[in-house]
């Protein structure tokens, strides 16, 4: 049980030329580790193979019906390029992992009746919802004034639901849609439980990680639902969520494909440099990256998340 719990809120928190770090603005208050690292900035085109600049990634996430915008949640950088990308894209519909989805009708009235769309976070209580604080997002929010915004936020209940009687049984009804009824193939189920274990710092049993993939597989489908609500808006449709959630492998890319297969979607993931690893190809499992693109930075120092479990 105490592991159930413990996954349980980890599921609910939440994926140049050297030595000068590539130009960027916004952070003159943060500290950041590793800015001189001969990755941090680059943006890097993962079927290609090259690296790409910001202007030619904005055209490419423009031209998909669907943008996934990856974010490690601490990193305020993440932030600050995601809300540049919203502005360059101007979707239609933006989706959040962040907002719940009970709070959409809410947000809706709230900007009908003349709400500003940088206090959208204080008028649906961000401060309660266990988020980094609401002036990282706002700049993503502003970035889309006149969007429709969805959120995916799931339940802790349904979370619970899934982790005791399965994705399927806590979706309800559109299960299938999301192939939700289903059990991943053996290879990608072991990935998956593999990666649990590990974001438990290899302490979580092996017969309790099914409990948190499934999860996992809630909260992808219901972010695809989010997406999707968002893309009746008319228009390009972003997402803001988690890197694990933006993977085109198994995050919400692939329940889209299931859902929505004429949608196209490119995925944008944002990675931590580390020391030592000076090559875009020494970050990727199985020698493949699994973004469409990846955009570098340098590390956010952070206290060690394992040292609760030691």
């Known amino acids: 049980m105490r592991f159930v719990l413990i996954g349980l809120a980890l599921v609910l928190a939440g994926c140049a030329e050297p030595p000068a770090p590539r130009a960027e603005t916004g952070f003159s208050r943060v500290a950041f580790l590793q800015e001189a690292h001969p990755l941090a900035g680059v943006i890097w085109d993962v079927a ?32 600050v390029r995601q809300a540049q990308m919203v502005s360059e894209i101007a979707p239609a519909g933006v989706a959040f992992e962040m907002v719940p989805e009970a709070s959409e009708e809410g947000i809706s009235v709230y900007l009908e009746q003349g709400g500003r769309v940088g206090e959208i976070g204080p008028a649906i209580g961000w401060n309660r919802l266990g988020w980094p604080d609401w002036s990282y997002y706002r700049p993503i929010f502003e970035a889309a004034p006149g969007a429709q915004f969805t959120g995916g936020a799931v339940p802790s209940t349904e979370l619970s639901t899934a982790i005791r009687q399965g994705a399927a049984t806590a979706f309800g009804a559109g299960a299938d849609r999301y192939g939700l009824s289903s059990a991943p193939d053996a290879a990608t189920q072991e990935a998956l439980e593999d990666e649990m274990i590990a974001s438990h710092c290899n302490k979580l049993p092996r017969q309790a990680a099914g409990g948190m993939v499934e999860a996992q597989r809630l909260r992808d489908a219901r972010f695809a639902s989010a997406v999707e609500r968002a893309h ?71 206290p060690d998340p394992c040292a609760s479990f030691n």
């Open 232 to 302: 009746l808006a008319g228009g390009p449709t972003v997402l803001i969520t988690g890197n694990g959630h933006a993977r085109a492998d198994r995050g919400v890319p692939a329940y889209l494909a299931l859902s929505q297969p004429d949608l196209s979607v490119a995925a944008l993931g944002q990675v931590e440099v580390v020391e030592g690893l000076d090559t875009p190809e020494r970050y990727g499992a199985a020698e493949a990256l699994p973004y469409d693109y990846v955009w570098f930075s340098a590390r956010v120092d952070r």
């Open 48 to 79: 290609a193979g090259r690296e790409i600049d910001a202007e030619t990634l904005a055209d490419r996430l423009r031209a998909a019906d669907v943008a996934i915008l990856g974010e490690i949640h601490d990193n305020p950088r993440h932030h």
